[in-house]
C-alpha cells in the first residue's frame, strides 16, 4: 500500500513539472479555412495533432451547416473521424453550456486570469493578403484589418506572457479580389499549472453548488 502512494505521488509530480507545447495554425485561402492544433510533451515525444479543414458549408433550416475532417494524430498512428451537422443551433447550445458554467462556477474569471498569465507564448505570427479589386476600397479595407490585427493583439498579450514580439503583415493587393490569411501561435506551459486550475475550478464550483443549496426557496 505505500509504495501504491508513493507510485500516484511520483506521477503526480512527474505530471506537474511537465512543459506542454501547444501549437495552433490557422490558414485561409478564398472560402477554404484549414486549423491544425497541436499539443506535445517531451520534446514531441507525446503528441497529439487534430486538423480541421472545412469540407462543405450548405445553407439548412438551422442556418449553414459545416462539415469537416478531424485527423488525430497520437504518436506515430493516425485516426480520421468526421464531424458533421455543426449549425447556429449547436452553437446557441454551446453558448448556453458556457454561461451555466459562468453562474455554477463561483468567480471563474480570476481563475482563469491566474492561469493564462501561465501561459508562454513563444511565437505569434499573423500575416494577411487582401485586395477587392479597388484601390480606394482596399485602402480603406487595409487600415480596417490592421486596426483590428493590434486590438487583438493587445488583448491577447494582456492575457498570456509574450516572449517575442508578435509578428504582423498585411500586403494589399490593388488589382484583383484576393484574401489570404496565415496565422501560427506556439504556447507553452506546465503540466502542473494546469491541474491546480482544474482544482482551483472543481473547489469554486462546489461553493457555487452550496450558494444555490442555501438560496434555493424551500418547500412549503
Not at 501561459?119 to 479597388?134: A, K, M, N, Q
Not at 504582423?168 to 484574401?179: G, R
Request: with cysteine; net charge positive.
Amino acid at each position: 500500500m505505500g509504495w501504491l502512494v508513493v507510485g500516484i505521488l511520483a506521477l503526480v509530480a512527474l505530471a506537474a513539472v511537465t512543459p506542454v507545447r501547444i501549437a495552433i495554425e490557422y490558414g485561409r485561402v478564398g472560402e477554404n479555412d484549414h486549423l491544425v492544433v497541436e499539443f506535445s510533451a517531451w520534446f514531441r515525444l507525446f503528441r497529439r495533432k487534430y486538423e480541421l479543414p472545412v469540407l462543405l458549408q450548405k445553407p439548412t433550416r438551422q442556418g449553414p451547416e459545416l462539415k469537416a475532417k478531424v485527423e488525430k494524430v497520437h504518436k506515430r498512428s493516425e485516426m480520421d473521424d468526421s464531424i458533421q451537422d455543426v449549425n447556429f443551433k449547436q452553437v446557441k447550445q454551446w453558448m448556453k453550456k458556457y454561461q451555466d458554467l459562468l453562474k455554477r462556477v463561483h468567480d471563474l474569471q480570476p481563475v482563469a486570469r491566474a492561469f493564462f498569465r501561465k501561459i508562454r507564448c513563444s511565437r505569434l505570427e499573423w500575416h494577411t493578403v487582401l485586395g477587392t479589386g479597388g484601390a480606394a476600397e482596399t485602402g480603406t479595407l487595409l487600415g480596417l484589418v490592421w486596426g483590428v490585427k493590434s486590438m487583438l493583439v493587445s488583448v491577447f498579450s494582456g492575457a498570456v506572457s509574450l516572449r517575442s514580439m508578435p509578428r504582423l503583415s498585411v500586403q494589399p493587393v490593388w488589382n484583383q479580389e484576393v484574401i489570404r490569411t496565415q496565422f501560427r501561435c506556439i504556447l507553452h506551459v506546465w503540466l502542473g499549472h494546469a491541474m491546480l486550475a482544474g482544482v482551483r475550478l472543481l473547489l469554486r464550483w462546489q461553493i457555487g453548488r452550496r450558494r444555490e443549496w442555501k438560496t434555493a426557496p424551500s418547500e412549503a
